[in-house]
């Protein structure tokens, strides 16, 4: 049974320490699992490679686990938050623990918000039966059932028919997306932890905008980008130069200055969005991990 840190405190300060003077380092960056022999992701800097069964073997820690922490780098807005969160992550995990288990924890926990999400959804929607079906998987693989790999297909099969009856870009489709994302087993699958996390924050951030667009009564982004769109023929056709440059953000701004606001709230609101969904999503993570060791069943 694999242990985190070998069931080693020492070797997890001393990975803590090894992640911290790695970042502070310049060599740091926030490309997942990169080492180009001299600086890469905070994962490539603690092996000195991007080999992740060096990871396994050396940390005793799941491969899932080294593709979230080099994710969450890329999903948060300044390297400063992402360097602080990837070691909130590392503090978080215990000494000792099969962490296998756990992914199919925090997987369920974002399985659960996305329920939540889709609950206004009528009970015999095919998305809310396909993530019915991907959380029993979870389910099983924790109670020590390992559901077969045939299994795991025909569940990401369905949940792709029912992501594919929403309308596109919908709400729907961005959940099913999650949905989709989500029905890998994190034993076998080293990325699909990582994936989750990016659909949730993507999938919540854009239901998020949605509502506030529609409830302050702002223009949508598509509506702004046809707009966008006319401006540039229209102007295309009175310039001589074909190349000249056409500023149509500026003539947005002086000629239809109420679109021009709508689309800066816009933009502001689905910023404001992202942080707060990434930071909801990374605490999530955090606090599965924490209360790993009590988890009734999880094997961690």
Sequence with gaps: MMQSFQDNPALKRS?????QAFQASGDWNSR??????????LVGGLLGSDDLDQWVEEFGLPKW???LLDMVAVTLPSAEDAKAAQISLLEALPVGAD?????NVVLVHFLKETETDIASLSENHPLRAALTDVMALHDAELAGKSPQPAEWRKARSEAIA??????????EAKFGAVIEAAAWNPRTSRSVVADTFRSWIN?????AVQQKVGEQGLISFEETKKLLDRIHTEERKTRKDPKEFI?????L???????????????????????????????????????????VRCTC
């Design 15 to 19: 990975m803590l320490q090894k992640a």
């Design 32 to 41: 997942p699992v990169y080492w180009d022999g001299k600086g890469g992701s």
């Design 65 to 67: 686990m080294a593709l």
């Design 99 to 103: 962490l296998n288990a756990c992914g």
């Design 162 to 171: 029912a992501t594919d009856q929403a309308v596109p870009d919908s709400p």
């Design 203 to 207: 999938a919540r951030r854009d239901a």
């Design 247 to 251: 500023h149509v953000f500026g003539i």
């Design 253 to 295: 701004e002086e000629r239809y200055p109420k679109e021009h606001k709508d689309m800066m709230d816009f933009h502001r609101i689905q910023h404001e969005e992202a942080i707060r969904q990434r930071q909801a999503a990374v605490q999530i993570i955090i606090s599965t991990l924490q209360n790993s060791q009590d988890q």
